[in-house]
């Protein structure tokens, strides 16, 4: 069993920047792609970046390509979300999410075994 817990989130204006946290309990973690999606009220599950179990290669949206960057320090259990020049239209809650039956990552919701609680991320302008 791995537990995700998300931290990092808060709000900061446009053009600002929030690095969030993933921590894993759990020996195996290393082995697991992990992504992070985001969401709001109404609206699906949106993938935003996944990172496979060995640091690379990483993945990204459209949207945040070149804004946002996902790591991982597997010594820690802990996968990061740098975002940078944030945009009011990435306010969300954002989720971190670990593949257990596949070490590489997908951009599908249903693709992933645990979930964290998600930590909210607002973006004024």
């Known amino acids: 069993q791995v537990q995700l817990v998300e931290s990092g989130g808060g709000t900061v204006q446009a053009g600002g920047s929030l690095r969030l946290s993933c921590v894993a309990s759990g020996r195996t973690f290393s082995r697991y792609g992990v992504g992070w999606f985001r969401q709001n009220p109404g609206k699906e599950r949106e993938f935003v970046a996944g990172i496979l179990w060995n640091g690379g290669p990483t993945y990204y949206e459209d949207s945040v390509k070149g804004r946002f960057i996902i790591s991982r320090d597997n010594a820690k259990n802990t996968v990061y979300l740098q975002m940078g020049s944030l945009k009011p239209e990435d306010t969300a809650d954002y989720y971190c999410?670990?593949?257990?039956?596949?070490?590489?990552?997908?951009?599908?919701?249903?693709?992933?075994?645990?979930w964290g609680q998600g930590t909210q991320v607002t973006v004024s302008s």
């Open positions: 999410a670990a593949d257990a039956n596949d070490p590489r990552v997908g951009s599908r919701s249903d693709e992933y075994d645990y």
